[in-house]
């Protein structure tokens, strides 16, 4: 590593200007939040490899910033040639380097790895000393980035209509409506999740997102896909043309930017009216004439912005941009792909049940394993039974053997396709990190006296899915017990939620808390992201968070959304509870100011572990609650099960109460509610 900061600070010293510091940010050319290999850059400089987190180097030390689901990792990770900068708790990047940096400072960052928001944050915090913003031509990490991975030319494929619910043509038309309604004539898309959606494409350049590495320009008339022309099949292109979208190469996006900007930017089939074509598709002399000329004239009268996201959109092509005629505003894409359409809705229930039985079948499994290779009491039992067969070390399970095993159990469900992301697979201390990933090197050996946490999710084809539960297959401590109850009792309380139209998510972000609160007890990280149908499984606008810089996204009927409150005690253990919940409209005794009301679907199916609750603390309505949530998921999922899981299933699901200061199984089933 400290070869590395060396060679780093050789390039800044040489750089013109010299720089003062270099900025390396997690994110790749379309600010991403999950990356390729390739764009690891941050990690590769710093060691540490969590999601989301920015490198500072300066002539004399290195900082890393990072949130509060990486403290632990990034202490383990992290060199002592860098310091940890805890956000929300120190002070932020913009404010440090404002603070630090000498006056008039160069601060270096490669211009198509950062958003322009970010960007003009900075700048307007350097503004006070005369500090600079310094748009590097070369990525600077790429330079002294030796082995640094190749980039992989996987195919584009078409997402089919009976799993995208709505048409390219259909979507094209909604975009250009929007464009009309803001005075603008385009609109660059940069975000990958939004040019897959737009498109109807999916692909697989970014581990566990079934995303493309491309760009898309929409205008009134016409829509450009800017993509690696070697992952694109005739028949992909063909198909494409054929609803009025134009393939070109990847890096043209800066160069059509350009023409963008001064509307001069046509199609090859507008072309052919002034000029003709050569029969290979290259463009003949005199390019600057005919793309004027093909200029839609309604787009050169009556619309000159051109809509630019400033949380997605890299600053290297918006300085490309006249920026008095630039819309900055978030991507319509962003709300249109998150309000789910009843197509996406039905397929991501389908695959919730089928992830679920995964989970369950594999929960089954380690009950089993548990008890047969480490003499465990088991998932339901807190004393090894009589009648149990002697303890018999067959098989050694490690957070990652039983990741891989419950990574099979989904691989055998229909229209899978991979994992949603990495597996957390935690026990004991490292279930303290809140996104730990084990590594088969050094992870650790399951444990009957310890916590078990796993938090993990799949790709198919009609959904993506994202589910957490902590289990213990030994005897819990009482401490354990109270902490897991509270941690449910906020999952209720949020799942059960019922708020007027023009909620955020910042409001309700409360409603997990309060439960913990009672006991001085918290966690550092959100609440709740939005899932995408067979996309990114942290979509947004929306979230349910606790962090000021939350977005300002009222949640809506149709939208997704994860339910995950946790408790993590570093050195011992971790709790996670999550579900995915679809937005719904609530049907409410009253509605006062007539604003209508909504509340929460759930659509995970898998049980809580009833020995790890403490019912006593729990509230008969959340009783009641849990009962039928049980008793629905044992019916959703019955059709997968095997004779023994199925016997499994029951057992786990069956209804519980409170009684006597323990607990007690009802004789019948009480009445069913909605959820």
């Not at 590395?4 to 939040?33: C, G, N, T």
């Not at 604003?595 to 008969?620: C, D, M, N, R, V």
Request: some cysteine.
């Amino acid at each position: 590593m400290a070869e590395v900061l060396a060679a780093l600070r050789s390039l800044m010293a040489a750089h013109s200007p010299p720089l003062d510091a270099l900025i390396v940010p997690s994110e790749d050319y379309h600010q991403s939040e999950f990356v390729s290999e390739q764009d690891k850059r941050r990690a590769f400089v710093s060691g540490f490899t969590g999601s989301q987190g920015l490198a500072l180097i300066t002539k004399v030390e290195a900082r890393l910033w990072t949130d509060g689901r990486y403290f632990l990792q990034a202490e383990q990770q992290l060199s002592d040639q860098w310091k940890l900068m805890r956000m929300e708790e120190d002070p932020d990047v913009a404010v440090w380097m404002a603070d630090n940096l000498p006056r008039r400072a160069a601060v270096g960052v490669d211009p198509w790895c950062v958003s322009v928001a970010t960007a003009q944050t900075w700048e307007h915090a350097f503004a006070k000393k005369q500090q600079k913003l310094v748009q590097t031509t070369t990525n600077l990490v790429d330079e002294v980035w030796k082995n640094r991975p190749a980039a992989k030319i996987n195919p584009v494929i078409f997402h089919p209509l009976e799993f995208a619910g709505r048409s390219v043509a259909e979507k094209l038309k909604n975009l250009r409506g929007q464009l009309a309604n803001e005075n603008a004539c385009g609109i660059i898309i940069t975000a990958l999740d939004e040019v897959a959606w737009l498109y109807n494409i999916r692909g697989s350049d970014v581990p566990y997102c079934p995303v493309v590495h491309a760009y898309a320009i929409v205008t009134s008339n016409s829509a450009f896909l800017y993509v690696g022309k070697k992952k694109v099949s005739s028949q992909v292109k063909s198909s494409l043309e054929e609803i009025g979208v134009e393939v070109r190469n990847y890096r043209a996006v800066s160069s059509d930017v350009v023409l963008l900007a001064s509307n001069r930017l046509g199609t090859l089939s507008a072309l052919k009216k002034f000029h003709e074509v050569p029969k290979d598709g290259g463009i003949v002399s005199g390019e600057t004439d005919i793309y004027r000329k093909a200029a839609s004239e309604e787009e050169e009268k009556n619309a000159e912005l051109i809509w630019v996201d400033p949380g997605s959109c890299c600053y290297a092509l918006y300085s490309k941009l006249d920026i008095d005629k630039v819309l900055l505003q978030q991507s319509p894409l962003a709300l249109a792909k998150s309000l789910k359409n009843p197509v996406e809705l039905e397929g991501l229930k389908n695959a919730h049940i089928r992830d679920g039985a995964a989970v369950v079948q594999f929960l089954a499994w380690l009950d089993k394993q548990m008890k047969e290779s480490y003499g465990a009491p088991g998932y339901f039992s807190e004393v090894v039974e009589a009648n149990e067969t002697k303890h018999q070390e067959t098989i050694k399970l490690t957070e990652v053997t039983v990741s891989d095993k419950l990574e099979g159990f989904r691989a055998s469900k229909e229209h899978f396709r991979g994992l949603s992301f990495p597996t957390i697979s935690s026990v004991g201390p490292n279930a303290a990190i809140i996104h730990y990933s084990p590594q088969a090197e050094t992870c650790a050996e399951l444990d009957p006296d310890s916590i078990y946490l796993f938090d993990s999710g799949a790709q198919y084809l009609d959904g993506t899915t994202d589910i957490a539960r902590t289990v213990h297959f030994g005897k819990p401590s009482a401490h354990e017990k109270a902490c897991y109850t509270a941690v449910l009792k906020g999952h209720i309380a949020l799942g059960n939620a019922r708020f007027p139209n023009g909620t955020n998510g910042q409001t309700l972000d409360i409603l997990a808390r309060i439960p913990l609160w009672k006991d001085g007890l918290d966690y550092r990280h959100g609440t709740g992201h939005g899932v995408g149908s067979y996309l990114y499984v942290h979509e947004g606008p929306q979230a349910i968070s606790f962090r000021p810089r939350t977005p300002n996204v009222p949640l809506q009927a149709s939208m997704t959304m994860t339910d995950e409150p946790g408790y993590y005690e570093d050195g011992n253990f971790g709790i996670r509870l999550e579900n995915v919940l679809i937005v719904k409209e609530a049907g409410t005794k009253f509605n006062f100011g007539n604003k209508g009301y909504l509340s929460f679907e759930h659509i995970t199916w898998a049980p809580y572990q009833s020995k790890l609750i403490e019912l006593s603390l729990l509230t008969p309505e959340e009783i009641e609650w849990l009962n039928s949530y049980h008793a629905k998921c044992k019916d959703m999922l019955a059709p997968f099960m095997n004779e023994n899981e199925m016997a499994w299933l029951k057992k786990a699901t069956e209804p519980v109460s409170a009684y006597g200061g323990g607990t007690w199984v009802f004789p019948r089933m009480w009445p069913c509610i909605i959820l």
